[in-house]
Structures are given as C-alpha cells and as structure tokens.
C-alpha cells in the first residue's frame, strides 16, 4: 500500500553519549482525495498543520495520478509548516472482489475510510476527516476524546443534526442510524485496535461479525436503499453498537446545515466553532456561505 514516505524523523547519538528520550507518538490523521480535491485536501492537512502541538503523521490515500503533485505541494511549504508532520500517500485499495463496487459508492473513493483498519494494522488509534475539513482548533483537542473513551466504546463522530425537524435521517432515510438524527462522518475518531478486535451485532445473523466481516454483506443488504454511501453504513453499524459510539459536539463538525435554516449548534454559539467542514461545494461557490469561503481562502493562502 505504501507508495511514498516523507518527513520521518531519524533519532542520532549524541556526543555526550547520554540516553535519549524517545519522541512523543505523533497523532495520526488520514484523509482521501480522488478526482478535483488536490487543492481541498492540501488546505485541510495545512489548517492541521497550522493549529496543532503535538507532531502529526498524515495518512494521504489518492489516485496514483496525484501522488507527484502531493508530493511537489507538501515538500514546497515553508518550514515552519513541513517541520510539524511526516506523511505517507497511499495507493486506493479496495477488497479485489468487490473494488469498483466500493470505489463508485457514493463519492469517487470516499469508501475507502471503511477499510483503514484493515489497512492501517499497524496503527492503534486515528482521525479521519474528509478533503472539506478545515481545523480552527488543534488536532490535539479532537485527539484527546481517545482518552474519554470509555471500554466499549471504539469510536467518535457528531450528530448528523440537532434540530429533528429539518434533519435528514428521522424524515427520509430507508434504512437504521444512529440516534435521533444520525451520525455524520466528516470527522471521525477510531480506535483502530478495538475496531479490530470487536465483533458488531448486526441485523444480518445471530452471532457477531468482525469489521472485515460486516462491510460487504451489509453493502448488498442495504446497497438499494442508502443515499450517503459509506455514512449511511457507519449510520447502520452504530445503530445496532450504539454503546461503541462517542458523540462529540457539532462544533467539531460545523456545516453549512448549521446554519443555512437558521442556527443550530448550540456548542457553537457557545465557545465557537473548532472545525468547519465546508460541504455542498461552499468553499467554491461565490453565492452561499460566503462566510466558509472566506476561511479556507485565508487558509489556503498561508
């Protein structure tokens, strides 16, 4: 899977002979980016890059097209940006049987966040964000709902709405989610290691299924009635699992719907929003949200 790795740090002895303390682990952030989303995802992990403390490690899966232009934007930033991350860009990879089943699912690639933990086996805990995110807050501040996990629960997302009344799950959706009005999957928090190891009560047999187990019969079970592609099954998984769930605030997830049918994010209005993720196109539309246009274009032109 590994195509390219760049920016890791390389521990040398010291003169005086002394022991060196081993660096902190980094905070892992990974992301897909198929067709136009080259300019997108390079604003989020810099927004990321921008705001966080402690080291990032980024997890970039992309066409093999658009390996060379990660590369020659991410090695071209100023030091004081490259210097607070290393990264590796991935190869998409889906199940071979079952590719470009998954691969056309909803958004060109998006699926693919299904299958970091099979993928990434290596790696016990990760954020997934998609190309529209823009951090306002540390990645840090996100990273640390892993220690507020309690021992059932293996990953962390936000409602989908907090207002029932204009949400879209409650009113339209052909199939089970999560809660009251859902689970958006923007921004999602997983304990890897636990995913892993868990087997999810499904609605398809009696017993447990592990994750490997679960994804492709739940696609042909649910395939003709799902809208939002891979959210709708995380929306099905965790509706069954709803003790595997964190729900943080939607100020960790704010999004045009916050705010288009007045506002409806109270953590928002609160203490402000943490991360902004500019779904419906509105980093790129001169007519709508100009307020979420305005923030990536000052980001983007760090």
């Keep these: 899977y590994i195509m390219r790795q760049r920016g890791q740090t390389v521990e040398t002895g010291g003169g005086g002979g002394g022991i060196q303390s081993r660096p902190e682990p980094p905070m892992h ?26 080291r990032l490690s980024l997890h970039i899966f992309t066409e093999d097209t658009l390996h060379a232009s990660f ?4 090695e071209s930033w100023p030091g004081f940006i490259r210097s607070s991350f290393n990264y590796t860009v991935y190869s998409i990879s889906f199940p071979s049987e079952n590719a470009a089943e998954w691969k056309k699912l909803f958004k060109p690639c998006a699926s693919q966040r299904l299958f970091l933990p099979l993928i990434l086996k290596d790696i016990d805990s990760i954020v997934y964000v998609d190309s529209d995110i823009l951090f ?28 029932p009344r204009i949400a879209w799950y409650n009113r339209f959706a052909r199939h089970p989610f999560y809660g009251r009005t859902g689970i958006n999957s923007g921004v999602m928090l997983m304990n890897m290691t ?9 609605d398809m047999t009696s017993v447990g299924l592990r ?18 592609g891979d959210q ?15 729900e943080f605030p939607c100020q960790w997830n704010y999004r045009p719907d916050h705010c288009i049918y007045g506002s409806n994010c109270v953590s928002a209005e ?18 709508q949200q100009p307020a979420f246009r305005a923030v990536y274009e000052a980001i983007r032109k760090v």
């Design 29 to 54: 952030l990974a992301v897909v980016a198929c067709g136009e989303r080259l300019e997108e995802t390079l604003t989020m992990i810099k927004s990321a890059a921008l705001f966080s403390i402690k």
């Design 270 to 287: 609160e203490d402000g929003i943490y991360i902004l993720h500019g779904n419906r196109g509105v980093y790129h539309d001169h007519k």
């Design 232 to 246: 709708d099954l995380l929306n099905i998984i965790f509706h069954h699992n709803p003790e595997c769930l964190l």
């Design 194 to 202: 636990k995913m892993r190891n868990m087997f999810f009560k499904n």
């Design 211 to 228: 994750w490997e187990e679960l994804l492709m019969p739940l696609l042909q079970k649910y395939k003709l009635n799902i809208t939002w």
């Design 136 to 163: 306002l807050q540390p990645v840090d501040r996100l990273w640390a709902f892993l220690s507020q996990f309690n021992s059932s629960q293996l990953a962390a997302m936000a409602p989908e709405h907090e207002e």
């Design 71 to 74: 590369i020659e934007a991410l």
